[in-house]
Protein backbone atom coordinates (compact mmCIF):
# COMPACT_ATOMS: atom_id res chain seq x y z
CA UNK A 1 0.00 0.00 0.00
CA UNK A 2 1.53 3.28 -1.01
CA UNK A 3 2.18 5.79 1.80
CA UNK A 4 2.54 9.49 2.00
CA UNK A 5 3.84 12.54 3.54
CA UNK A 6 1.59 14.53 5.29
CA UNK A 7 2.07 17.63 4.23
CA UNK A 8 1.20 20.15 1.24
CA UNK A 9 3.48 20.37 -1.84
CA UNK A 10 1.91 22.07 -4.39
CA UNK A 11 3.99 24.98 -6.09
CA UNK A 12 6.54 25.59 -3.65
CA UNK A 13 8.58 28.56 -4.52
CA UNK A 14 11.62 29.71 -2.76
CA UNK A 15 10.82 32.76 -1.01
CA UNK A 16 12.93 35.35 0.75
CA UNK A 17 13.03 35.22 4.15
CA UNK A 18 9.60 36.04 6.24
CA UNK A 19 7.56 35.57 3.02
CA UNK A 20 5.24 33.35 2.67
CA UNK A 21 3.72 31.69 -0.39
CA UNK A 22 0.09 30.59 -1.63
CA UNK A 23 -0.27 27.29 -2.18
CA UNK A 24 -2.80 26.00 -4.65
CA UNK A 25 -5.00 22.31 -3.37
CA UNK A 26 -3.37 19.34 -5.17
CA UNK A 27 -4.88 15.67 -5.62
CA UNK A 28 -3.41 13.05 -3.89
CA UNK A 29 -0.90 10.95 -6.02
CA UNK A 30 0.98 7.92 -5.58
CA UNK A 31 4.31 8.30 -6.91
CA UNK A 32 6.97 5.23 -7.98
CA UNK A 33 10.54 5.12 -6.87
CA UNK A 34 11.54 1.67 -8.05
CA UNK A 35 12.24 1.64 -12.43
CA UNK A 36 8.36 0.57 -13.89
CA UNK A 37 6.81 1.55 -10.38
CA UNK A 38 4.93 -0.05 -7.66
CA UNK A 39 3.33 -3.18 -8.55
CA UNK A 40 -0.19 -3.93 -6.91
CA UNK A 41 -0.50 -7.53 -5.41
CA UNK A 42 -2.86 -9.14 -3.36
CA UNK A 43 -1.37 -9.82 -0.26
CA UNK A 44 -4.06 -11.70 2.24
CA UNK A 45 -6.88 -10.21 1.03
CA UNK A 46 -5.54 -6.95 0.29
CA UNK A 47 -4.55 -5.02 -2.43
CA UNK A 48 -1.74 -3.18 -1.22
CA UNK A 49 1.69 -1.24 -3.89
CA UNK A 50 4.87 -2.74 -3.37
CA UNK A 51 8.14 -2.94 -5.11
CA UNK A 52 8.35 -5.78 -7.63
CA UNK A 53 10.07 -8.84 -6.02
CA UNK A 54 11.09 -7.54 -2.95
CA UNK A 55 10.14 -8.56 0.55
CA UNK A 56 11.21 -8.01 3.75
CA UNK A 57 11.27 -11.25 5.78
CA UNK A 58 12.29 -11.83 9.77
CA UNK A 59 14.43 -14.49 10.44
CA UNK A 60 15.77 -16.45 13.48
CA UNK A 61 19.42 -16.70 12.03
CA UNK A 62 20.73 -14.95 8.33
CA UNK A 63 19.55 -16.91 5.76
CA UNK A 64 22.17 -18.90 4.03
CA UNK A 65 22.81 -20.30 0.46
CA UNK A 66 21.17 -23.09 1.07
CA UNK A 67 17.56 -20.85 1.88
CA UNK A 68 17.83 -19.26 -1.22
CA UNK A 69 18.91 -22.31 -3.59
CA UNK A 70 15.65 -22.50 -5.23
CA UNK A 71 15.34 -19.01 -6.69
CA UNK A 72 16.94 -17.61 -9.29
CA UNK A 73 18.82 -14.57 -8.95
CA UNK A 74 17.48 -14.12 -5.29
CA UNK A 75 19.79 -12.00 -3.33
CA UNK A 76 19.19 -10.61 0.70
CA UNK A 77 20.42 -6.91 2.17
CA UNK A 78 20.25 -6.73 6.17
CA UNK A 79 18.18 -4.50 7.37
CA UNK A 80 19.43 -5.12 11.22
CA UNK A 81 18.63 -6.64 14.17
CA UNK A 82 16.71 -9.84 12.23
CA UNK A 83 15.50 -8.33 9.31
CA UNK A 84 16.38 -8.34 5.68
CA UNK A 85 15.84 -7.12 2.59
CA UNK A 86 14.89 -10.47 -0.03
CA UNK A 87 15.13 -9.51 -3.57
CA UNK A 88 13.00 -12.85 -5.23
CA UNK A 89 12.75 -11.39 -9.27
CA UNK A 90 9.25 -13.34 -10.58
CA UNK A 91 8.44 -15.16 -7.68
CA UNK A 92 4.47 -14.70 -6.98
CA UNK A 93 2.93 -13.44 -3.47
CA UNK A 94 1.56 -17.62 -3.16
CA UNK A 95 5.41 -18.88 -3.96
CA UNK A 96 6.88 -16.56 -1.57
CA UNK A 97 4.52 -17.79 0.89
CA UNK A 98 5.04 -21.26 0.36
CA UNK A 99 8.59 -20.39 0.21
CA UNK A 100 8.72 -18.57 3.96
CA UNK A 101 6.55 -21.80 4.98
CA UNK A 102 9.06 -24.52 4.16
CA UNK A 103 11.63 -22.70 5.47
CA UNK A 104 12.35 -23.00 9.19
CA UNK A 105 14.64 -20.04 10.23
CA UNK A 106 12.12 -17.25 8.87
CA UNK A 107 9.85 -15.63 11.31
CA UNK A 108 7.63 -13.34 9.21
CA UNK A 109 7.58 -12.07 5.53
CA UNK A 110 5.74 -9.16 4.28
CA UNK A 111 6.12 -7.26 0.74
CA UNK A 112 8.18 -4.10 0.34
CA UNK A 113 5.57 -1.72 0.51
CA UNK A 114 5.75 1.37 -1.49
CA UNK A 115 5.56 4.72 0.08
CA UNK A 116 5.12 8.02 -1.18
CA UNK A 117 3.96 11.32 -0.83
CA UNK A 118 0.37 13.39 -0.24
CA UNK A 119 -0.58 16.46 -1.64
CA UNK A 120 -2.50 18.64 0.43
CA UNK A 121 -4.75 22.11 0.46
CA UNK A 122 -2.49 24.72 1.96
CA UNK A 123 -5.25 27.76 3.82
CA UNK A 124 -4.06 31.40 3.67
CA UNK A 125 -0.72 31.73 4.88
CA UNK A 126 0.93 34.33 7.74
CA UNK A 127 4.05 35.95 7.64
CA UNK A 128 4.62 35.27 11.57
CA UNK A 129 5.35 32.78 12.68
CA UNK A 130 1.91 32.36 14.79
CA UNK A 131 2.36 28.48 15.88
CA UNK A 132 5.31 29.59 18.29
CA UNK A 133 3.24 32.68 19.59
CA UNK A 134 -0.01 34.07 18.22
CA UNK A 135 -1.05 37.30 19.33
CA UNK A 136 -4.27 37.40 17.24
CA UNK A 137 -2.89 40.95 15.54
CA UNK A 138 -3.63 38.88 12.34
CA UNK A 139 -6.69 36.79 11.11
CA UNK A 140 -7.02 33.82 14.04
CA UNK A 141 -7.58 34.01 17.80
CA UNK A 142 -5.07 35.14 20.21
CA UNK A 143 -2.84 32.61 22.12
CA UNK A 144 -3.75 29.69 19.39
CA UNK A 145 0.21 28.40 20.11
CA UNK A 146 1.96 26.00 21.90
CA UNK A 147 3.56 29.15 23.82
CA UNK A 148 6.55 28.72 23.41
CA UNK A 149 8.18 32.12 24.70
CA UNK A 150 6.84 30.56 27.91
CA UNK A 151 8.76 27.78 27.79
CA UNK A 152 11.66 29.56 26.55
CA UNK A 153 11.88 31.20 30.46
CA UNK A 154 13.36 27.51 31.38
CA UNK A 155 15.68 26.29 28.39
CA UNK A 156 16.08 26.82 24.42
CA UNK A 157 17.02 23.41 23.84
CA UNK A 158 20.10 22.09 23.97
CA UNK A 159 22.57 20.01 21.00
CA UNK A 160 23.18 17.44 23.55
CA UNK A 161 19.66 16.29 22.56
CA UNK A 162 19.07 14.48 19.47
CA UNK A 163 15.86 14.31 17.40
CA UNK A 164 15.79 12.00 14.18
CA UNK A 165 13.85 13.29 10.99
CA UNK A 166 13.49 10.00 8.76
CA UNK A 167 11.95 11.72 5.70
CA UNK A 168 12.85 13.11 2.75
CA UNK A 169 16.46 14.48 4.26
CA UNK A 170 17.87 17.35 5.59
CA UNK A 171 19.24 20.48 3.82
CA UNK A 172 22.55 20.63 6.16
CA UNK A 173 24.00 23.35 4.59
CA UNK A 174 20.83 26.25 5.19
CA UNK A 175 22.10 28.90 7.24
CA UNK A 176 19.24 28.49 9.40
CA UNK A 177 19.82 24.69 10.12
CA UNK A 178 23.23 24.53 9.55
CA UNK A 179 24.63 24.53 13.61
CA UNK A 180 22.04 22.45 14.89
CA UNK A 181 22.38 19.75 12.55
CA UNK A 182 23.66 16.68 14.72
CA UNK A 183 27.54 15.17 13.94
CA UNK A 184 28.42 11.91 14.80
CA UNK A 185 31.10 12.08 16.69
CA UNK A 186 32.88 9.05 16.03
CA UNK A 187 32.84 9.21 12.41
CA UNK A 188 35.42 11.22 10.21
CA UNK A 189 34.36 12.73 7.10
CA UNK A 190 35.20 11.67 4.11
CA UNK A 191 37.81 8.84 5.17
CA UNK A 192 35.68 5.81 3.49
CA UNK A 193 36.06 4.18 6.68
CA UNK A 194 33.16 2.90 9.31
CA UNK A 195 34.79 4.31 12.39
CA UNK A 196 32.63 3.95 14.97
CA UNK A 197 31.99 0.36 13.11
CA UNK A 198 28.15 0.75 13.13
CA UNK A 199 27.88 -0.87 9.50
CA UNK A 200 27.48 2.81 7.95
CA UNK A 201 30.66 4.56 6.24
CA UNK A 202 31.22 7.94 6.87
CA UNK A 203 27.60 8.64 7.99
CA UNK A 204 28.74 11.89 9.91
CA UNK A 205 25.41 13.76 9.51
CA UNK A 206 23.08 10.56 9.57
CA UNK A 207 22.50 8.20 6.19
CA UNK A 208 20.65 8.35 2.81
CA UNK A 209 18.43 4.89 2.98
CA UNK A 210 16.89 6.05 -0.46
CA UNK A 211 20.52 5.79 -2.28
CA UNK A 212 22.70 3.78 0.12
CA UNK A 213 25.34 6.86 0.67
CA UNK A 214 26.29 8.73 3.92
CA UNK A 215 24.69 11.93 1.80
CA UNK A 216 20.88 12.62 3.47
CA UNK A 217 21.17 15.91 1.58
CA UNK A 218 17.30 16.48 1.31
CA UNK A 219 16.00 17.17 -2.99
CA UNK A 220 12.81 16.95 -1.91
CA UNK A 221 11.97 20.36 0.81
CA UNK A 222 9.87 18.09 2.96
CA UNK A 223 12.28 17.12 5.70
CA UNK A 224 14.53 20.55 5.80
CA UNK A 225 10.51 22.03 6.09
CA UNK A 226 10.07 19.76 9.10
CA UNK A 227 14.05 19.69 10.69
CA UNK A 228 13.01 23.67 10.72
CA UNK A 229 10.06 23.73 12.99
CA UNK A 230 12.35 21.73 15.24
CA UNK A 231 15.26 23.25 15.24
CA UNK A 232 15.58 25.83 13.28
CA UNK A 233 18.49 28.14 15.31
CA UNK A 234 17.31 30.54 17.21
CA UNK A 235 18.51 34.11 18.38
CA UNK A 236 20.57 34.46 14.96
CA UNK A 237 19.06 37.45 13.75
CA UNK A 238 18.10 35.58 10.36
CA UNK A 239 15.36 33.79 9.38
CA UNK A 240 12.75 31.35 11.59
CA UNK A 241 13.28 29.80 14.57
CA UNK A 242 12.28 26.47 15.79
CA UNK A 243 10.83 25.78 18.73
CA UNK A 244 14.26 24.27 19.96
CA UNK A 245 16.90 26.82 19.58
CA UNK A 246 19.51 24.59 20.07
CA UNK A 247 19.18 21.37 19.15
CA UNK A 248 20.91 18.29 17.09
CA UNK A 249 18.81 17.18 13.98
CA UNK A 250 19.77 13.52 12.92
CA UNK A 251 18.76 13.82 9.12
CA UNK A 252 17.79 9.78 7.55
CA UNK A 253 16.58 10.36 4.37
CA UNK A 254 14.06 7.26 3.21
CA UNK A 255 12.28 9.25 0.08
CA UNK A 256 13.90 10.10 -2.91
CA UNK A 257 13.42 13.65 -4.89
CA UNK A 258 10.17 13.14 -5.80
CA UNK A 259 9.27 12.46 -2.46
CA UNK A 260 8.89 8.26 -2.90
CA UNK A 261 10.40 5.59 -0.98
CA UNK A 262 9.42 2.38 0.72
CA UNK A 263 9.27 0.42 3.78
CA UNK A 264 12.30 -1.36 3.96
CA UNK A 265 14.01 1.73 3.97
CA UNK A 266 11.56 3.57 6.45
CA UNK A 267 12.58 0.07 8.62
CA UNK A 268 16.37 0.81 8.11
CA UNK A 269 16.05 4.26 8.78
CA UNK A 270 14.35 3.24 12.62
CA UNK A 271 16.39 0.59 13.12
CA UNK A 272 19.64 3.22 12.51
CA UNK A 273 18.19 5.94 14.85
CA UNK A 274 17.95 2.86 17.76
CA UNK A 275 21.23 1.31 17.15
CA UNK A 276 22.76 5.08 17.67
CA UNK A 277 21.10 5.15 20.53
CA UNK A 278 21.02 2.32 22.44
CA UNK A 279 24.64 1.09 21.38
CA UNK A 280 26.63 4.34 20.47
CA UNK A 281 25.28 6.68 22.75
CA UNK A 282 24.11 9.16 20.69
CA UNK A 283 21.00 10.82 23.29
CA UNK A 284 17.99 9.89 20.02
CA UNK A 285 14.97 11.62 22.62
CA UNK A 286 12.34 11.00 19.24
CA UNK A 287 11.94 9.94 15.87
CA UNK A 288 9.78 12.66 13.39
CA UNK A 289 7.79 10.79 11.19
CA UNK A 290 5.78 12.98 9.22
CA UNK A 291 4.06 10.34 6.92
CA UNK A 292 1.75 7.45 6.89
CA UNK A 293 -0.41 4.98 5.29
CA UNK A 294 -3.69 2.86 5.10
CA UNK A 295 -2.23 -0.48 5.75
CA UNK A 296 -0.07 -2.24 8.85
CA UNK A 297 3.94 -3.23 8.44
CA UNK A 298 4.70 -5.69 10.75
CA UNK A 299 8.40 -5.00 10.26
CA UNK A 300 7.82 -1.13 10.76
CA UNK A 301 5.28 -1.95 14.01
CA UNK A 302 8.30 -4.37 15.56
CA UNK A 303 10.80 -1.60 14.22
CA UNK A 304 9.10 1.22 16.66
CA UNK A 305 8.46 -0.74 19.26
CA UNK A 306 12.00 -1.27 19.57
CA UNK A 307 12.48 1.83 19.67
CA UNK A 308 10.43 3.04 22.00
CA UNK A 309 11.89 0.06 24.21
CA UNK A 310 15.42 1.81 23.48
CA UNK A 311 14.05 5.01 25.01
CA UNK A 312 13.29 7.25 21.96
CA UNK A 313 9.61 8.93 21.22
CA UNK A 314 8.08 7.89 17.97
CA UNK A 315 5.93 11.18 16.67
CA UNK A 316 3.92 10.60 13.85
CA UNK A 317 1.20 12.57 11.66
CA UNK A 318 -2.64 11.70 12.39
CA UNK A 319 -3.12 11.96 8.03
CA UNK A 320 -5.08 14.88 6.08
CA UNK A 321 -8.30 12.55 4.84
CA UNK A 322 -10.28 14.87 7.38
CA UNK A 323 -11.21 11.06 8.88
CA UNK A 324 -11.95 9.51 12.18
CA UNK A 325 -8.45 7.42 12.38
CA UNK A 326 -10.95 5.33 15.23
CA UNK A 327 -12.88 4.20 12.38
CA UNK A 328 -10.17 4.10 9.08
CA UNK A 329 -6.69 3.30 10.62
CA UNK A 330 -3.88 5.10 9.57
CA UNK A 331 -0.39 4.28 10.21
CA UNK A 332 1.63 4.06 12.38
CA UNK A 333 -0.67 6.85 13.77
CA UNK A 334 -2.65 3.74 15.12
CA UNK A 335 -0.09 1.43 16.38
CA UNK A 336 -0.88 1.10 20.48
CA UNK A 337 2.53 1.03 21.27
CA UNK A 338 2.69 3.30 23.82
CA UNK A 339 5.96 4.99 22.30
CA UNK A 340 3.70 6.57 19.36
CA UNK A 341 2.08 9.69 19.68
CA UNK A 342 -0.44 10.50 16.52
CA UNK A 343 -0.72 14.24 16.07
CA UNK A 344 -3.43 16.07 14.35
CA UNK A 345 -3.48 19.66 13.04
CA UNK A 346 -5.01 22.89 14.37
CA UNK A 347 -5.31 26.20 12.71
CA UNK A 348 -5.08 29.80 13.87
CA UNK A 349 -8.54 30.00 15.57
CA UNK A 350 -7.38 26.69 17.68
CA UNK A 351 -9.70 24.50 15.78
CA UNK A 352 -8.88 20.99 14.02
CA UNK A 353 -8.02 21.53 10.52
CA UNK A 354 -10.40 21.20 7.92
CA UNK A 355 -7.76 18.55 6.10
CA UNK A 356 -6.78 17.00 9.67
CA UNK A 357 -7.74 13.66 10.70
CA UNK A 358 -8.96 12.56 14.54
CA UNK A 359 -9.66 10.05 16.47
CA UNK A 360 -10.94 10.03 20.41
CA UNK A 361 -8.81 7.08 21.24
CA UNK A 362 -6.47 6.87 18.10
CA UNK A 363 -5.30 10.32 18.03
CA UNK A 364 -3.62 11.95 21.26
CA UNK A 365 -3.15 15.57 20.66
CA UNK A 366 -3.19 18.61 18.10
CA UNK A 367 -0.68 21.34 17.30
CA UNK A 368 -0.23 24.19 14.44
CA UNK A 369 -0.65 23.08 10.28
CA UNK A 370 -2.02 25.52 8.90
CA UNK A 371 0.50 27.88 6.79
CA UNK A 372 3.31 26.79 9.00
CA UNK A 373 6.26 29.24 7.25
CA UNK A 374 9.82 26.75 8.10
CA UNK A 375 13.40 26.40 6.28
CA UNK A 376 13.40 24.52 2.53
CA UNK A 377 16.28 23.36 0.66
CA UNK A 378 18.51 26.40 -0.90
CA UNK A 379 18.37 28.46 2.54
CA UNK A 380 14.93 29.27 1.62
CA UNK A 381 11.35 29.80 3.55
CA UNK A 382 8.15 28.73 2.32
CA UNK A 383 4.50 27.70 4.04
CA UNK A 384 3.19 24.57 3.73
CA UNK A 385 0.23 23.39 5.66
CA UNK A 386 -0.71 19.17 7.03
CA UNK A 387 -0.07 16.86 10.02
CA UNK A 388 3.45 16.71 8.60
CA UNK A 389 3.96 20.12 9.84
CA UNK A 390 1.91 19.99 13.30
CA UNK A 391 4.02 16.73 14.04
CA UNK A 392 7.38 18.78 14.30
CA UNK A 393 5.92 20.74 16.66
CA UNK A 394 5.85 18.10 18.85
CA UNK A 395 8.71 16.28 18.54
CA UNK A 396 10.04 19.86 18.99
CA UNK A 397 8.54 20.17 22.47
CA UNK A 398 9.67 16.59 23.41
CA UNK A 399 13.86 17.82 22.43
CA UNK A 400 12.34 21.23 24.78
CA UNK A 401 11.68 18.83 27.33
CA UNK A 402 14.48 16.44 27.43
CA UNK A 403 16.59 19.70 27.46
CA UNK A 404 15.24 21.32 30.47
CA UNK A 405 14.92 17.43 32.25
CA UNK A 406 17.72 15.76 31.41
CA UNK A 407 17.14 12.85 33.21
CA UNK A 408 13.44 12.11 32.13
CA UNK A 409 12.30 8.62 30.71
CA UNK A 410 10.69 8.94 27.64
CA UNK A 411 7.61 7.80 29.48
CA UNK A 412 7.54 10.69 31.92
CA UNK A 413 7.63 12.77 28.63
Known sequence: QAMHHRSSRAQRRRTPPLRIDCERLEPRRCLATAAGGPQRIDWHGEQVDVRCGAWIVRTERPLAAADLAGGLGWRTTPLGDGCELLVAPGVSAEGMRAWAGRTQTIVSIEPDRALSTLAIPNDASFGTLWGLNNSGRSPGVGNSDINAPEA???????????????????????????ANVWTNPREVAGDGIDNDANGF??????????NADADPMDDDGHGTHVSGTIGAVGNNAIGVTGVNWRVSIMGLK????????????????VKYATRMRRDFGANVVAINASWGGETRSTALANAIAAAGRAGIL????????SSNNDRTPSYPANLSDDSVI???ATNHSNRLAAFSNYGSTTVDLAAPGVGILSTVPGGGYASFSGTSMATPYVTGTVALMAAANPRATAAEI
Do not use: C, Q
Open 314 to 321: FVTAAGNE
Open 201 to 210: VDDVRGWDFA
Open 342 to 344: AVA
Open 152 to 178: WETTTGSRSVVVAVIDSGVDYTHPDLA
Open 254 to 269: FLDAEGNGYTSDAVAA
